[in-house]
């Protein structure tokens, strides 16, 4: 997922300028002294400029090699890509699957998938799922009493 | 005093804490000696629970985890060649040298000692520059604050590795993070987009756990992994020979332990930056420079006493100002303010127990470290050998329970995932991240400060370089933000006093 540098700082230029141009109908103080508008549009302001200070040397091809820090992951392959979209995934699949489905049928069989698909043999992957999401549940559910979403489940 | 300290002993002998410092040890050697998986990314699961506990528990909870994570990283580093933490980078190369020269057990041994022994020292340092500090801090005012915060912004651009442009951008994330919710000035909604959660601003540990969890599990996933290849270790053998090494490097130690808690002073620099600069002085003064790198005791010493000392120097701001000094304890305010202790000079009069058993702690988890320490050696190849296949789905699915037990709400789930979709971008193009939660815990203190020192004094702005100690940190935070200028302005004085 690595995006060109100058995309990057244009994206900040544009957000700060979205920042800066939201603030302005943001009330003032008594007297019409700056309030709530003013530290986002500093912020909005930096933002700019150092979104402008990434697009300049990445577009003029000028960019220190030396200072510039190595993306820690330069390249995803492929694979790469799909294990991080399947993390995502298994996050918006909790949010939207378990309050009528609940947690114990959710989480392992969220578990159940990415074990297996990051290698895991299907029966281990399976005996560890259940007993992870058993441990999950015991720990935050029984010990912490955190209301976990039974769905189907109504223990 | 002896009243505080009698009670700092009392909550320091109550089981529960005893029970969690142990659960908390056990963790901190698991996750340290797993590499990929971070000391931070440890505190950010870790702090779900302390929610539920007791502030001082919460607090030892953390101290003791992180002790055990940045000694237990050494582990791997010596016996597959890849540091458990960033923090034992500095000295992989020596360690698994040493330990391929049959020496494997003694660099472990050292690595136990010199890891307490450098987390004493900085226990040490941490009672009494707090307390000295604490009453110097007591004395500043909404301008020294301001100034505090803006000083911690820029150190944490200047101190890091990598482009100062992107750190700043990061640091400028978290801080308009920090701007959504109701303003302090007028209560006025601020980004929220009509949402009612987003009144609060965003919910910091969600925040947290998307920053450090999910973004280490991404990492992890993404990454491709081989079975590691292990240097078998006897690890009844790890402390023979060890009294030996401590000896003829003594003066290293006392010097990587001031290194490594200076460093920790700093606001922004952690335990990392702690070891390479250790490193780094060592080589300089070594007798044996051309050894470093190739198996030599003495980096291995120097830096693997100083990221531990590192840890407690990190406490010194974020006690006395409420500025973090790394990204562990910038997760440590959060909690701090979640628990109801504002940390700031005032704590250092109202809630002396408190520090007390805090300093205890540090101390205690040090010297627990070493039967721990043999106890992770022990079972150093067990752990290495744990499927990473099924270990990330389960940390995945503890950063979701996690986020949503805080306040039972889906909600905060989304943060967290919004958080470590910003952080996967982050980190795919270069960008750090210990930055976006600077930015997410100064940008109140820093915005806070200054509006009220504005309002109290009519827009007058010379009040914030008149006041003495402000015009003196005034003048600190120009000097950092002008650090880039610096080496430009020093080569054109080399070219302008050089002979044409």
């Known amino acids: 997922m690595r995006i060109h540098d100058g995309i990057i700082g244009a994206g900040f230029v544009v957000t700060g300028a979205a920042i800066f141009a939201s603030t302005l109908g943001f009330p003032r103080l008594e007297g019409g002294a700056p309030g709530p508008a003013l530290f986002p549009q500093v912020l909005a302001v930096l933002m700019v400029g150092f979104g402008v200070c990434l697009v300049v040397p990445a577009v003029s091809g000028l960019r220190r090699k030396s200072t510039e820090a190595a993306p820690t992951d330069p390249g995803l392959g492929s694979g790469g890509i799909v294990n991080a979209l399947l993390v995502f995934a298994a996050i918006i699949v909790f949010m939207l699957v378990s309050p009528a489905v609940g947690f114990l049928l959710t989480t392992t069989a969220i578990l159940l998938g990415l074990m297996w698909w990051l290698g895991t043999p299907v029966v281990r992957a399976a005996l560890a799922a259940a007993g992870l999401t058993l441990f999950v549940y015991v720990i935050f559910g029984k010990v912490l009493r955190v209301p976990l979403p039974l769905g189907l489940l109504w223990f | ?500």
Not at chain 2, 161 to 167: D, E, F, L, P
Not at chain 2, 238 to 254: A, D, P
Not at chain 2, 374 to 394: H, Q, T
């Open chain 2, 1 to 500: 005093m002896a009243e505080s300290l009698w009670a700092a002993l009392w909550m320091l002998a109550n089981p529960t804490v005893w029970g969690v410092m142990f659960l908390a040890s056990v963790y901190g050697l698991f996750v340290g000696a797993m590499p990929g998986l971070t000391a931070t990314m440890a505190t950010a699961l870790l702090v779900p629970f302390t929610f539920f506990m007791e502030p001082f528990t919460g607090l030892a909870a953390i101290v003791t985890m992180e002790a055990m994570a940045i000694f237990a990283g050494d582990i791997p580093a010596a016996l597959v060649r890849i540091p458990g933490t960033p923090s034992s980078a500095a000295y992989t190369d020596d360690s698994y040298q040493l330990a391929k020269k049959g020496k494997a057990e003694l660099v472990l041994g050292v690595d136990v000692i010199c890891s307490a022994i450098g987390g004493i020292m900085g226990a040490v340092v941490l009672m009494v520059a707090a307390t000295a500090l604490a009453e110097v801090a007591i004395h500043f005012t909404s301008f020294e604050y301001f100034w505090l915060g803006a000083l911690g912004l820029s150190a944490t651009t200047m101190v890091g590795t990598g482009s100062i442009v992107k750190s700043a951008l990061a640091i400028l994330f978290g801080l308009f993070l920090s701007t959504i919710g109701l303003d302090i000035t007028l209560g006025y909604p601020r980004f929220t987009f009509g949402s009612t959660e987003l009144l609060n601003g965003v919910n910091f540990i969600p925040a947290m756990i998307g920053l450090f969890g999910i973004s280490e599990v991404i990492r992890n996933v993404t990454a491709p992994h081989r079975p590691f290849e292990i240097t078998q270790v006897n690890h009844r053998q790890i402390f023979r020979g060890v009294w030996g090494v401590v000896s003829k490097y003594r003066w290293n130690i006392l010097r990587s332990g001031a290194i490594g808690t200076f460093i920790g002073i700093l606001p922004g620099a952690g335990a990392d930056v702690a070891a390479w600069l250790a490193y780094g002085v060592s080589k300089r003064f070594s007798k044996t420079p051309e050894e470093f790198g190739k198996g030599h005791m003495e980096p291995v010493v120097d830096a693997g006493t100083a990221n531990n000392a590192c840890l407690a120097g990190d406490w010194v701001p974020a006690l006395v100002f409420g500025i973090p000094g790394d990204a562990i304890t910038a997760i440590v305010i959060g909690v701090l303010f979640m628990k109801g202790v504002r940390p700031g000079p005032l704590i250092f009069e109202q809630q002396r127990p408190l520090l007390y058993a805090l300093y205890l702690t540090f101390i205690l988890a040090n010297i627990l470290m070493i039967p721990f320490g043999y106890l992770a050696v022990w079972a150093s190849a067990k752990m290495l050998k744990v499927s990473r296949s099924i270990l990330l789905p389960g940390i995945l699915i503890f950063c979701i329970v996690g986020a949503y037990a805080i306040n039972n709400s889906f909600f905060d789930v989304g943060v967290m995932l919004v958080m470590g979709v910003v952080v996967f971008l982050f980190e795919a193009n270069g960008f750090p991240v210990a930055p976006v939660v600077l930015g997410l815990v100064l940008g109140p203190i820093v915005e806070q400060n200054f509006m009220v020192s504005m309002i109290k004094t009519r827009w007058d702005l010379t009040q914030f370089f008149t006041r003495p100690t402000a015009a003196i940190l005034a003048v600190l935070a120009i000097l950092t933000w002008l650090a880039p200028v610096y080496p430009i302005l020093f080569r054109r004085f080399a070219r302008s006093a050089s002979p044409a």
